[in-house]
């Protein structure tokens, strides 16, 4: 089992600097004490706007992981944010997984939605899949779980635990309500979703980052407002969601 934070930030943050400072004040005034591991929201490095991105530098990935090294070495607890990879090139919308060991995990996104993304960014990999504590954790970014491929390609391969940072508007409330919900029961998985809140330029953040059981059900879910929501992870109710409602053996079988 593993303890798991969400964090949901304000989208309102100012430059990379001040994201970070608020991530530093969160670990060091006790509010990740006692988790074993805490997601933050889609782009959290810059916030998710065009400025932001555009502002990034292949350098400032660079910083961006070593202090998070850092931070997850000091706090004992790993730290996935997202952020802007630079590579030659190319852009892509992409997450890191620290561990308190220093290592990284990271995947890029693969599924570009319409908007500003698709004039910036590459797509990624097929999938990201990891051994953690115990715990088969699997990665996707935001419009990634939209698609019910992506998570049950990842269930498909022994994925117990799904990260997902998000940076979801108001207007796709059902996304965060329903379909996330959805995909944890269709696949007997944890996902946690973390998402940005309130004004961030133009848009308005929906909040309700959510950790939802393998029986499609909230663990814990924040409102409109910054805040950090927590559960236990416990892979004996992945096996026992999967093993009443075999969906993945049929899928199998097929």
Not at 138 to 159: H, K, M, S, T, W
Request: hydrophobic share 45%; aromatic share 8%.
């Amino acid at each position: 089992m593993i303890r798991l934070g969400v964090a949901q930030s304000p989208a309102a943050l100012g430059g990379q600097d001040d994201r970070f400072a608020w991530l530093e004040h969160l670990l060091d005034r006790g509010a990740c004490d006692e988790l074993d591991a805490i997601l933050l929201p889609e782009l959290f490095q810059c916030g998710y706007s065009l400025d932001g991105v555009l502002a990034t530098t292949p350098a400032d990935q660079e910083i961006w992981s070593d202090r998070v090294s850092e931070l997850a070495k000091h706090h004992g607890v790993a730290i996935a944010y997202g952020y802007v990879d630079h590579q030659s090139d190319s852009r892509y919308n992409a997450m890191n997984f620290v561990d308190p060991d220093g290592t990284i995990q990271t995947y890029r996104k693969a599924l570009i939605p319409p908007g500003f993304e698709l004039d910036v960014f590459q797509s990624g990999q097929a999938s990201v899949l990891f051994d953690w504590r115990g715990l088969r954790i699997g990665l996707l970014i935001c419009y990634d779980v939209e698609f019910p491929e992506r998570v049950r390609n990842l269930a498909l391969q022994g994925a117990e635990l799904i990260l997902v940072p998000t940076a979801l508007v108001q207007q796709w409330d059902v996304v965060a309500q329903r379909l996330v919900p959805t995909r944890a029961f269709e696949n007997g998985v944890y996902v946690a979703y973390a998402n940005h809140c309130g004004a961030g330029g133009a848009a308005m953040f929906l909040g309700q980052s959510c950790i939802v059981s393998p029986i499609g059900q909230d663990v814990a879910r924040a409102g409109a407002d910054e805040c950090v929501i927590r559960a236990v992870i416990d892979p004996a109710k992945v096996a026992a969601a999967q093993s009443r409602l075999p969906y993945l053996d049929v899928i199998r079988g097929l």
